[in-house]
């Protein structure tokens, strides 16, 4: 307090100016002490005051977001699942991306508002501010360099939840894992793995993301039949174990669109590959190829056709060779002219005899004959 002399008094005269001067103090200055009191008081009662009329907007926000569009819910259809990019969205999945929202826009206004309320509070109270945002603009760029790639998680993690690329339960690929969400956060997704491993994926690694929960999925089943099959009539029965099949529960809400058969996929020398394709719930397009496959094998058992046509082995083929061989023989044509002794060819071809020894040179003990 300048102007006052803090010396302890020792006279009686002394302590009479000490609480005049004391007493003429407070009188100058309490003025200022109230005002600073009531600007503080104001400055805490406008924050909160604020904050709280946000909140609460922020609050009717969501509302609003999650409450269903007139009409949409009297709508009959089937294509009740999650077709963000036909404007129908599931509400439960709504109500998740928008409480995650406002969980986040909550917190920002909180943060700014209550942030500076206490920066106006450190001015009345004559705090000089200035050397205060220098070091905490210094610490924000420091931070800022350490930490930026907690910013760069943070930032993509609101996006994706403001852009809903994906939510809780959805099947996605990331590139580096895939499987179902268990968790969105600001910074990490966390996804369980086909094995029941969990994955902990940072948002601002996930270059591309492949959500095959929104929209539907494509059930492609390949029948393989004999190469000697009416494919007319296979068509035919095919169509009607499909449509059997999706009359039936819970097929009946898996199958959104009939099955077609788009024709011929391969030809092979013992069988035929037919491509059929439906429409189906996002995600359920294997349980709907699976149960379609049992019920076409039934089918083909039940009607005689074959999966694939019978083909001789080599063991086969040498076994017809070797029955075939003697009525070859029996039926064979002609003998060559080599056959026959008397022929030039069967003359020339034969050995030449050995010259005969005249009677003179005959041996020692030869008989002659008169």
């Given at each position: ?175 580096v894992a895939t499987g179902t969400v268990l968790e969105v956060g600001l910074r990490v997704t966390k ?73 011929v996929e391969s030809v092979a020398a013992d069988s035929v590959v037919l491509r059929l394709e439906a429409r189906t719930a996002p995600g359920r ?86």
């Amino acid at each position: 307090m300048p102007g006052l002399d803090l010396r302890i008094p020792t006279s009686a005269d002394e302590v009479t100016s000490s609480t005049k001067e004391a007493a003429g103090w407070l009188d100058a200055h309490w003025q200022e002490w109230v005002a600073g009191g009531i600007r503080i008081v104001f400055i805490v009662v406008l924050a909160l005051v604020l904050r709280a009329m946000v909140r609460k907007l922020i609050t009717q926000l969501i509302g609003r977001m999650t409450k269903p569009a007139e009409g949409e819910a009297a709508e009959p259809s089937r294509l009740g699942g999650l077709l963000a990019n036909t404007g129908v969205v599931n509400p439960e999945r709504r109500q998740q991306r928008s409480e995650a929202i406002g969980s986040v826009l909550r917190s920002v206004a909180s943060f700014t508002i209550l942030g500076t309320a206490a920066l106006m509070v450190l001015s009345a109270l004559g705090v000089n501010l200035a050397p205060l945002l220098a070091s905490a603009g210094v610490a924000g760029v420091a931070i800022g360099f350490g930490a930026r790639n907690l910013v760069t998680d943070f930032l993509s993690g609101v996006f994706m939840i403001m852009e809903d690329q994906y939510g809780v339960g959805d099947e996605i690929d990331t590139g580096v894992a895939t499987g179902t969400v268990l968790e969105v956060g600001l910074r990490v997704t966390k996804l369980r793995g086909a094995n029941g491993e969990i994955w902990y994926i940072r948002n601002g690694e996930v270059k591309r993301i492949a959500n095959m929960s929104q929209g539907w999925s494509t059930a492609s089943v390949d029948v393989q039949v004999g190469y000697k099959e009416d494919l007319v009539r296979v068509e035919a029965l095919i169509l009607e174990t499909a449509e059997a099949l999706s009359k039936e529960s819970p097929y009946d809400e898996l199958i959104w669109a009939p099955f077609s058969v788009l024709g011929v996929e391969s030809v092979a020398a013992d069988s035929v590959v037919l491509r059929l394709e439906a429409r189906t719930a996002p995600g359920r397009s294997a349980l709907v190829g699976r149960g379609l496959r049992q019920r076409l094998k039934a089918a083909f058992d039940l009607a005689g056709i074959k999966l694939k046509e019978e083909v001789p082995t080599a063991a086969a083929a040498a076994t017809a060779a070797a029955a075939v061989a003697p009525v070859l023989v029996a039926d064979a044509g002609p003998p060559s002219a080599l056959a026959d002794p008397a022929s030039p060819r069967s003359l020339a071809a034969a050995p030449i005899p050995a010259p005969a020894r005249p009677a003179d040179e005959a041996g020692p003990g030869s008989l002659k004959t008169t």
